[in-house]
């Protein structure tokens, strides 16, 4: 059963399921770069009209469009799109046998730190939102990530960032002093 939630962003919609969509972290895909695209699942997904990005995540997918197509056109096709592959398939749509995508080796313990916090206090709240959040790089008291699915392009994207995430970061924190989308 698919399940749909509005998010922040007018443009997003995110489409919960009791599948296992992706057991190898969160992953984001864009209309643009569907040359690069070799899941065949997303690969359709990103061909239908008004779809500009996907996200895929734990147990949800996240889906931006653009403002020239409505999502009661739209929202049927991603539903069962979905449907029709878990009914033919049991495994989720991003699989990956060695799960190396969250296993970056960073030496610096500040970084640690900040991947830490990020990870269990930021990104179960933008995902909640149909978005996700990945750490860049830390240099001189910056922090630079970057906002992917329901999150990125969203007019309140900046305000979470800056009254959110930055003030998390900075409490738990102390060598972080701001936040930058990338």
């Known amino acids: ?22 057991n190898i972290g969160t992953e984001e895909f864009q209309a643009n770069e569907i040359k690069n695209v070799n ?3 997303v690969k359709e997904l990103l061909s239908f009209k008004g ?10 997918l996240s889906v931006k469009k653009t403002k020239d197509i409505s999502w009661s056109e ?25 799960q190396n995508t969250k296993t970056k080796d960073y030496a610096d313990e500040t970084v640690k730190k900040i991947i830490e916090v990020l990870d269990t206090k930021i990104r179960p709240a933008v995902a909640r939102d149909g978005g996700d959040i990945k750490f860049k790089s830390f240099e ?33 924190v102390k060598e972080v002093n701001s936040v930058e989308a990338n």
């Open 1 to 22: 059963m698919i399940h749909t939630e509005p998010t922040p962003n007018p443009e997003s919609l995110k489409f919960l399921s009791d599948n296992i969509i992706s």
């Open 39 to 41: 899941n065949p699942f």
């Open 51 to 60: 779809v500009e990005l996907v996200l895929l995540s734990k147990n949800f």
């Open 140 to 172: 001189n008291g910056v922090v630079k990530v970057e906002l992917q699915g329901s999150c990125s392009g969203c007019p309140s994207s900046l305000m979470t960032l800056k009254q959110g995430v930055q003030n998390l970061l900075k409490h738990y």
């Open 74 to 98: 739209l929202k049927p096709m991603v539903i069962s799109h979905l449907n029709h592959y878990f009914e033919n398939n049991k495994e989720p749509i991003l699989k990956e046998e060695l």
